[in-house]
């Protein structure tokens, strides 16, 4: 053998050695031989199982079960492993744990989360995501200690904004700007009266805001003792409710809305109108409408919306929507779209976030309660230890 045949299958051995380390740095748990040498994709101290909230059987809040030895989800292509601090608790995901939307069972409770990058695959590393990265996402599967998630789910946090804050932008401040910014279609313009159900906690205090930052007029309802909270969302018109002791919405007989509406109005209603209750605004709603105004549908507080003839929207040539946030978010443009446009505003100071409480993981079920009893005032999160 000649000293070129020499030279060529060293360099053969050096580069399969070479793609043998690298692949090892990638999948294994990043030991010290190897981190020195090559960037670091994972944490060492990723364990086999971790500590989550898991339904087994659907129910009440006493359905979600913590479990101290769940498996930890494994690394994907593509997709990297958080590693949580905080997770959302929506009212999405007490309709899972009930089984009003069905999912295959057992699953993990949530899906919204914030924490750091802890494991990285090939293709987000390529993309520049790196290990300790502050990031917050909505995948199924939060309320753990680590979650899998693509990376084109991935919000990166910004410097300013922190991580409970972020966390809380997710699914509620995403919901509240498709639904201020897109879901009406453009059928409400700048000046126009908007109606905003229940605008004292949860996705509609953010979506009052975000309806103000369009220049929509904004009509808000809220329970008495969410009035506080209320006031400071900058509504042109609160209507203040009685309260519905245990319930998670208020009284919506205690006062005349839809006459209250037609006065503020000038007797020419809302050309939107947001709600997140149910059943037991729909009438109301559909009332307070203007001539070609649409009623948004986006959540059952109080009941799913019961069916209704479509003739019914004949008398305002009016329109209806039942929207979801996937369908607002349907690629990686717009999910981060939307996201820098409330991160900007949260930085600027023209958007507000009210955190009420966070729950220790180990009190799951205390939080759907919480939550389910129409207590919060602001967001509700798990902090994950």
């Not at 919204?112 to 802890?118: H, K, L, P, S």
């Not at 717009?334 to 600027?348: C, H, N």
């Not at 507000?352 to 759907?368: I, K, M, R, T």
Request: aromatic fraction near 8%; charged fraction near 20%; charge should be negative.
């Amino acid at each position: 053998v000649d000293g070129g045949e020499i030279t060529v299958e060293f360099a053969m051995f050096a580069t399969a050695s070479r793609r043998v380390f690298q692949n090892a740095a990638s999948a294994s748990a990043c030991s010290n031989h190897l981190t020195a040498f090559f960037p670091v994709r994972c944490m060492s101290s990723i364990p086999s199982t971790m500590k989550a909230a898991v339904v087994r059987e659907v129910g009440d809040a006493h359905a979600l079960k913590v479990e101290s030895d769940f498996p930890t989800p494994e690394l994907k292509a593509g997709g990297v492993i958080v590693k949580n601090q905080f997770a959302g608790i929506n009212f999405i995901d007490t309709y899972h744990r009930k089984g009003l939307y069905a999912r295959e069972l057992p699953f993990v409770g949530g899906q919204e989360g914030g924490g750091t990058v802890a494991a990285v695959s090939d293709e987000a590393a390529a993309q520049g995501i790196k290990v300790g990265d502050p990031v917050a996402y909505s995948v199924f599967g939060s309320y753990a200690q680590y979650t899998a998630v693509p990376a084109g789910k991935l919000l990166p946090v910004p410097e300013g904004v922190g991580l409970d804050v972020a966390t809380s932008c997710v699914v509620q401040g995403l919901t509240a700007h498709y639904l201020t910014s897109s879901a009406h279609a453009d059928l409400i313009k700048e000046g126009e009266w908007c109606l905003i159900h229940g605008v004292g906690g949860g996705t509609c205090q953010w979506a009052a805001q975000m309806a103000k930052l369009r220049g929509f007029k904004v009509i808000g309802t809220c329970s008495k003792g969410k009035a506080d909270v209320a006031e400071t969302l900058g509504c042109d018109e609160l209507i203040v409710l009685d309260e519905i002791p245990g319930a998670s919405y208020e009284d919506y007989e205690s006062v005349d809305i839809v006459s209250r509406v037609m006065e503020v109005t000038d007797g020419k209603g809302c050309k939107a109108v947001i709600d997140g209750i149910g059943k037991s605004t729909v009438d109301i709603s559909i009332n307070s409408l203007a001539h070609r105004g649409i009623f948004i549908s986006f959540g059952n507080a109080s009941g799913a919306v019961p069916a209704f003839p479509v003739l019914r929207l004949i008398g305002k040539s009016a329109y209806v929507t039942r929207p979801k946030l996937l369908d607002y978010t349907v690629d990686r443009a717009e999910l981060l779209s939307r996201a820098d446009e409330i991160f900007g505003w949260l930085k600027d100071g023209k958007l507000n976030v009210s955190v009420d409480c966070s729950f220790p993981l180990e009190g799951a079920a205390e939080g759907h309660l919480y939550l389910e009893a129409g207590k919060s005032k602001g967001k509700v999160l798990y902090k994950i230890d």
